[in-house]
Antibody, heavy 119, light 112 residues
Framework: AVQLVESGGGLVQPKESLKISCAASGFTFSNAAMYWVRQAPGKGLEWVARIRTKPNNYATYYADSVKGRFTISRDDSKSMVYLQMDNLKTEDTAMYYC??????????WGQGASVTVSS | DIVMTQSPFSLAVSEGEMVTINCKSSQSLLSSGNQKNYLAWYQQKPGQSPKLLIYYASTRQSGVPDRFIGSGSGTDFTLTISDVQAEDLADYYCLQHYSYHTFGAGTKLELK
């Protein structure tokens, strides 16, 4: 079965950094574009970042709200995707979901990693 | 950037009723190359991650009950839930993936 498991969330102070991870299994990871989507407490879903596959040069894309501060990366040998978050702001507080394009964009989702940015 | 306008914000229904949720995009989501609309619908129950219901505007994901129907093309899309069940009470979101990705603001389906 397809499985996405996020880890690495936690409480950090403003301007600090945090890296969250997602372990994938149950599908051919190297063939799948990967995404991060977040949801602030009580709010809707917001797409954060996308990374394509090796044939597409691992191209990356970001929401304007995180561009220049967040970096998405992947390690196909480990079936892992990462989100490096720098210069964190209080408005980055959210549940961060790892999602995959197993057959179509965002058809598989993890259970989420909670990130809280507070002083 | 494509803006997705989803309505209504919330909906109170009784079991057995039919409901419709709408999403309007600021530009066409129809690909001229494959004639597919890059529009998906998700269901999110409290405390859970989102679940894909419909993709390419009208194709039901495997395992999704046939009371969930997606329709529309271009800029106007609808999710219809016929014969609403208690288990359908959740938040629903549309997503465009024609150009980058944008979610609608969401619709909360509640019990009347």
């Amino acid at each position: 079965a397809v499985q996405l498991v996020e880890s690495g969330g936690g409480l950090v102070q403003p301007k600090e950094s945090l890296k969250i991870s997602c372990a994938a299994s149950g599908f051919t990871f190297s063939n799948a574009a990967m995404y991060w989507v977040r949801q602030a407490p009580g709010k809707g879903l917001e797409w954060v970042a996308r990374i394509r596959t090796k044939p597409n040069n691992y191209a990356t894309y970001y929401a304007d709200s995180v561009k220049g501060r967040f970096t998405i990366s992947r390690d196909d040998s480990k079936s892992m995707v990462y989100l490096q978050m720098d210069n964190l702001k209080t408005e980055d507080t959210a549940m961060y979901y790892c999602t995959a394009a197993v057959r179509i964009p965002m058809d598989a989702w993890g259970q989420g990693a909670s990130v809280t940015v507070s002083s | 950037d494509i803006v997705m306008t989803q309505s209504p914000f919330s909906l109170a229904v009784s079991e057995g009723e039919m409901v419709t949720i709408n999403c309007k995009s600021s530009q066409s989501l129809l690909s001229s190359g494959n004639q597919k609309n890059y529009l998906a619908w998700y269901q999110q129950k409290p405390g859970q991650s989102p679940k894909l219901l419909i993709y390419y505007a009208s194709t039901r994901q495997s395992g999704v009950p046939d009371r969930f129907i997606g329709s529309g093309s271009g800029t106007d899309f609808t999710l219809t839930i016929s014969d609403v069940q208690a288990e359908d009470l959740a938040d629903y979101y549309c997503l465009q993936h024609y150009s980058y990705h944008t979610f609608g603001a969401g619709t909360k389906l509640e019990l009347k």
